[in-house]
């Protein structure tokens, strides 16, 4: 062009130079540039009310000229744009410079868009502020392509779900999330068992009908923050997170889901009206950073799964034998436990509690399961199971029933009728919501004396919900139990806590007993238990007392209460009646 002599279709552009007639023409020219301009533009005043916007615009946003004018752009706000985002823009222009960024506005219609914006301040000579301008593009359909494509890249299109990339991905994740949480995570390796011969026999699309079944089945077996992947082919994998921190527990947790998976695969299938029976092969490890790789961890779920193909399908293995044997015997384990409850195989024997030097005063009852085939199992092996598994609420029910019971015998005999029995209560127990009525209700149904009857809770288990575990307290003492605080010193009470309890005793736990003479700081931590006890008006009793020394340490600390194979072990109900009968007779006076 050439700027000495425009035609006068090719104005000069440059104002400078223009005279008012020129002006004119390049006004006509720029507004026709707008006016037909491909993108958005708006122009608004210095307080960002619209005077302006082109005939793009009126076409994106389905408002016409007339309706946006005198408006703020706000009014195009779908209220999916983050808020921060609105608060850098004003940042970015109020500084005079120009915000390029995108927006999700709403048309008229109500319907979301996207759109690329750049906005500019426009300044007079002296620097003043007159308007804003915006040019937009409408770029919805670009990102909805962006967003196919990755979709492509991370999702398998045949079942829709995550595929191997995105899987590896969210392993990644997983890892480093259980190295901060502490938390285990498992990999299950699915392989579905014959897939070849159903391909083969009746075509690929029943095959793919199959396996898009299979991903819906395996979705609806987990929770939503757990990942069901394909790999290809018959190949799933299902990512867990945030099981247990304890490994035992964890792989049982795995093995559930696994299972549940097993018996879901296992239902009928209808491919193209026809019914369909397959089974899976599931390879399991579990993960916790910082040990594993990902890579590690697919071979390993890999090996496994082979390993449950060797099995004989249909069939569940874990990556480790010493995982698979934990597991399997817990899981006959919880199998015992049920029929043990079925066919009355717990029983509770008795350990005296005494004063001074063997007056019997009472007695805490201790669980005992008679195994059928492996004789006397002590608590410590199955409780925990049983808390897990929910199966501590029918056995600590039988427990106090049984102890009531026992009571209320007793209290027909007079030589019998003073004696206490201390029970033990688990955490479940003791937390769940009608604890309370159903221990009035045995108490109210054996005639047991309230007042013989002492609970005996641990410090975890006090903590947990500090005011309710105060009301349910609260109302069984109005009952007339009372409550002793078991193997006392191992937790981590605070004293403020100690105060509100409503208890009567502390138990001094048998680890501090057993060390006394060996360890000083034990000692300390005996005569201190004491002291605090008798402080808070709390009697007390120390458990695991087994040499006349350790108990004439504790009498002299003036702990005179005390339990532990120095006086008895834990009897079957004859043999502790029959220990109160020597006793007696060693002392007719009873001291
Ligand atoms: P715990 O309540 O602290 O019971 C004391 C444990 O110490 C008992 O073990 C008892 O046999 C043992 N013991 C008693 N005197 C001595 C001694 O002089 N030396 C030594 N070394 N040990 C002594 P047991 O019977 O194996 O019970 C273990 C735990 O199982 C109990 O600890 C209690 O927490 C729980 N438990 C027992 N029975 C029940 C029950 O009916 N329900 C619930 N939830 N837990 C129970
Ligand atoms: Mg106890
Ligand atoms: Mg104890």
Same mark, same amino acid.
């Given at each position: 062009?050439?700027?000495?002599?425009?035609?006068?279709?090719?104005?000069?552009?440059?104002?400078s130079s223009?005279?008012?007639?020129q002006?004119?023409?390049?006004?006509?020219?720029?507004?026709?540039?707008?006016?037909h301009?491909p993108?958005? &533009?708006?122009?608004?005043?210095?307080?960002?009310?619209?005077?302006?916007?082109?005939?793009?615009?009126?076409?994106?946003?389905?408002?016409?000229?007339?309706?946006a004018?005198?408006?703020?752009?706000?009014?195009l706000?779908?209220?999916e744009?983050?808020?921060?985002?609105?608060?850098?823009?004003?940042?970015?222009?109020?500084?005079?410079?120009?915000?390029?960024?995108?927006? =999700?506005?709403?048309?008229?219609?109500?319907?979301?868009?996207?759109? %690329?914006?750049?906005?500019?301040?426009?300044?007079?000579e002296?620097?003043?502020?007159? =308007?804003?301008?915006?040019?937009?593009?409408?770029i919805?359909?670009?990102?909805a392509a962006?967003?196919?494509?990755?979709?492509l890249?991370?999702?398998?299109?045949?079942?829709?779900?995550? !595929?191997?990339?995105?899987?590896?991905?969210?392993? $990644?994740?997983?890892? *480093?999330?259980?190295a901060?949480?502490?938390?285990?995570?498992?990999?299950?390796?699915?392989?579905?068992?014959?897939?070849?011969?159903?391909?083969?026999?009746?075509g690929?699309d029943?095959g793919?009908?199959?396996?898009?079944q299979?991903?819906?089945?395996?979705i *609806?077996c987990?929770?939503?923050?757990?990942?069901?992947a394909?790999?290809?082919g018959?190949?799933?994998?299902?990512?867990?997170c945030? @099981?247990s921190?304890?490994?035992?527990? +964890?792989?049982?947790?795995?093995?559930?889901?696994?299972?549940?998976?097993?018996?879901?695969?296992?239902?009928p299938?209808?491919?193209?009206?026809?019914? $369909?029976?397959?089974?899976a092969?599931?390879?399991?490890? @579990?993960?916790?950073?910082? $040990?594993?790789?990902?890579?590690?961890?697919?071979?390993?779920?890999?090996?496994?799964?082979? %390993?449950?193909?060797?099995?004989?399908?249909?069939?569940?293995?874990?990556?480790?034998p010493?995982?698979?044997?934990?597991?399997?015997?817990? *899981?006959?384990?919880?199998?015992?436990?049920?029929? +043990? #409850?079925?066919?009355?195989?717990?029983?509770?024997?008795?350990?005296?509690?005494?004063?001074g030097?063997?007056?019997?005063?009472?007695?805490?009852? @201790?669980?005992?399961?008679?195994?059928?085939?492996r004789?006397?199992?002590?608590?410590l092996?199955?409780i925990?199971?049983?808390?897990?598994?929910?199966?501590? #609420?029918? &056995?600590?029910?039988?427990? @106090?029933?049984?102890?009531?019971a026992?009571?209320a015998?007793?209290?027909?005999?007079?030589?019998?009728?003073?004696?206490?029995?201390?029970?033990?209560?688990?955490?479940?127990?003791?937390?769940?919501?009608?604890?309370? *009525?159903?221990?009035?209700?045995?108490?109210?149904?054996?005639g047991? !004396?309230? %007042?013989?009857?002492?609970?005996?809770?641990?410090?975890?288990?006090?903590?947990?919900?500090?005011?309710?575990?105060?009301?349910?307290m609260m109302?069984?003492?109005?009952?007339?139990?009372?409550?002793?605080?078991?193997?006392?010193?191992?937790?981590?009470?605070?004293?403020?806590?100690?105060?509100?309890l409503p208890?009567?005793q #502390?138990?001094?736990?048998?680890?501090?007993?057993?060390?006394?003479f060996?360890?000083? !700081?034990?000692?300390?931590?005996?005569?201190?238990?004491?002291?605090?006890?008798?402080?808070m008006?709390?009697?007390?009793? +120390?458990?695991?007392?087994?040499t006349?020394?350790?108990?004439?340490?504790?009498?002299?600390?003036?702990c005179?209460?005390?339990?532990?194979? #120095?006086?008895?072990?834990?009897l079957? &109900?004859?043999g502790?009646?029959?220990?109160?009968? &020597?006793?007696?007779? +060693?002392?007719?006076?009873?001291?």
């Amino acid at each position: 062009m050439n700027p000495a002599a425009p035609s006068s279709e090719q104005a000069d552009l440059s104002w400078s130079s223009a005279e008012p007639r020129q002006a004119e023409a390049i006004l006509r020219t720029l507004l026709r540039a707008v006016e037909h301009s491909p993108v958005s &533009i708006v122009i608004t005043d210095a307080k960002g009310n619209i005077e302006y916007v082109n005939p793009k615009f009126e076409q994106v946003s389905g408002y016409s000229r007339a309706e946006a004018t005198g408006k703020n752009p706000r009014m195009l706000k779908s209220g999916e744009s983050p808020a921060g985002e609105y608060r850098e823009l004003w940042a970015t222009i109020s500084a005079g410079e120009t915000w390029r960024g995108e927006f =999700h506005n709403r048309r008229k219609d109500g319907t979301l868009y996207w759109e %690329q914006a750049s906005i500019s301040p426009v300044l007079d000579e002296q620097g003043r502020l007159l =308007h804003y301008v915006a040019v937009k593009e409408d770029i919805t359909e670009r990102k909805a392509a962006a967003d196919e494509i990755a979709h492509l890249a991370y999702y398998d299109t045949l079942s829709a779900l995550p !595929n191997r990339r995105l899987l590896l991905d969210r392993l $990644h994740q997983a890892l *480093a999330a259980s190295a901060r949480n502490k938390r285990q995570g498992a990999v299950l390796f699915i392989d579905l068992d014959n897939f070849k011969i159903l391909n083969d026999t009746r075509g690929h699309d029943t095959g793919d009908l199959l396996l898009a079944q299979v991903a819906q089945r395996l979705i *609806a077996c987990v929770r939503e923050e757990d990942t069901v992947a394909r790999l290809g082919g018959d190949e799933f994998v299902v990512m867990l997170c945030d @099981l247990s921190e304890n490994v035992g527990e +964890a792989g049982a947790q795995a093995k559930a889901v696994g299972e549940k998976i097993l018996d879901t695969l296992n239902k009928p299938y209808r491919l193209a009206g026809q019914e $369909h029976l397959s089974t899976a092969s599931i390879g399991v490890t @579990l993960f916790k950073a910082p $040990h594993k790789t990902v890579d590690e961890l697919m071979k390993r779920a890999d090996l496994a799964m082979y %390993q449950a193909k060797a099995a004989g399908r249909n069939t569940l293995r874990f990556y480790d034998p010493q995982m698979q044997a934990v597991v399997s015997a817990r *899981a006959s384990l919880e199998a015992d436990l049920r029929q +043990a #409850l079925r066919e009355r195989q717990f029983l509770l024997h008795y350990q005296a509690q005494v004063i001074g030097r063997g007056k019997v005063t009472g007695a805490e009852a @201790l669980l005992r399961w008679q195994h059928p085939s492996r004789g006397i199992i002590y608590p410590l092996e199955f409780i925990p199971l049983a808390e897990e598994t929910g199966l501590i #609420l029918q &056995i600590g029910l039988w427990v @106090l029933e049984t102890a009531c019971a026992q009571l209320a015998a007793w209290a027909a005999r007079p030589e019998t009728a003073q004696l206490t029995l201390a029970v033990n209560v688990s955490a479940r127990q003791f937390h769940q919501a009608d604890f309370v *009525a159903s221990v009035l209700a045995v108490l109210e149904a054996s005639g047991a !004396n309230p %007042q013989r009857l002492k609970l005996e809770l641990t410090e975890s288990l006090l903590l947990d919900d500090v005011d309710d575990t105060i009301a349910k307290m609260m109302l069984l003492k109005a009952g007339g139990v009372s409550f002793s605080l078991d193997d006392f010193g191992t937790g981590y009470s605070s004293l403020s806590y100690l105060k509100r309890l409503p208890l009567d005793q #502390l138990k001094i736990d048998q680890s501090f007993v057993r060390d006394v003479f060996s360890d000083p !700081n034990d000692a300390t931590i005996a005569r201190t238990i004491v002291a605090l006890a008798q402080s808070m008006g709390l009697k007390v009793i +120390a458990e695991g007392v087994e040499t006349e020394l350790q108990r004439e340490f504790l009498a002299s600390e003036g702990c005179h209460a005390c339990q532990g194979y #120095l006086f008895s072990r834990p009897l079957p &109900i004859a043999g502790f009646e029959q220990l109160l009968t &020597i006793a007696a007779a +060693a002392d007719p006076s009873g001291d």
